[in-house]
């Protein structure tokens, strides 16, 4: 959906280090989420915002940060408290009670 | 919170055979249910969706029913082709928190 874009693809990281992954959205969206999926596995939610400036856990935050600062963007830190960081990224958006669009992910592998 | 369970994990078909796929979630609340479709490498993309006010929804050769009392919902696909192969996806969305959960995963592969 080229109404979402999630940069960059493929993204390398060291052990140790914090990465921020980007999350744009022109689609006048409220709500933006991030999930994780790991080879084999659904999509487990990381955090979601339903409006700027505010944000939750999902049920996997442990070792990630958000922030919403603008409607359009919300970016996802990995941090370095995340134990097993390598993963596919997706970012999506959605109005109220409508299906999620989602980014084409950003691959991030830590070594 | 919600949880969704879905089965079977993998499934083999001939082209031109029917596949099911079910799912079951755990929170009352819940109100909508998407399916989606991820190809390999690729986004998930939403290929029907059900709420709760209604019981069956069909577009072509894809249907979703739901029995809210069971608490289950299932994807059907007929008249199944190539192209279908792809992993799908059931999810829940519980009006009281907005959070879409979804299921482990379905590998559906179709014979040619």
Not at chain 2, 24 to 30: E, I, L, N, R, V
Not at chain 2, 92 to 107: D, Y
Request: proline fraction near 5%; glycine fraction near 8%.
């Amino acid at each position: 959906d080229g109404g979402i874009t999630q940069s960059p693809k493929y993204l390398f990281r060291k052990e140790g280090q914090n990465v921020t992954l980007s999350c744009e959205q022109n689609l006048n969206h409220d709500a933006m989420y991030w999930y994780r999926q790991d080879p084999g596995q659904g999509l487990r939610l990381i955090y979601y915002s339903q409006i700027v400036n505010d944000f939750q856990k999902g049920d996997i935050a442990e070792g990630y940060s958000v922030s919403r600062e603008k409607k359009e963007s919300f970016p996802l830190t990995v941090t370095s408290a995340q134990k097993n960081p390598t993963a596919f990224y997706l970012c999506a958006s959605s109005r109220e009670d409508s299906p999620l669009h989602f980014g084409n992910g950003t691959r991030l592998t830590v070594t | 919170g919600e949880n969704v369970e879905q089965h079977p994990s993998t499934l083999s078909v001939q082209e031109g055979d029917s596949a099911v796929i079910k799912c079951t979630y755990s929170d009352s609340a819940s109100n909508y249910f998407p399916w989606y479709k991820q190809e390999l490498g690729k986004r998930p993309q939403l290929i029907i969706d059900i709420r709760s006010n209604v019981g069956e929804k069909k577009d072509q050769r894809i249907a979703v029913t739901l029995n809210k009392t069971a608490k289950h919902f299932s994807l059907h696909i007929t008249e199944t082709q190539p192209e279908d192969s792809a992993v799908y996806f059931c999810a829940a969305r519980p009006w009281t928190t907005g959070k879409l959960t979804f299921g482990q995963g379905t590998i559906l592969t179709v014979h040619p």
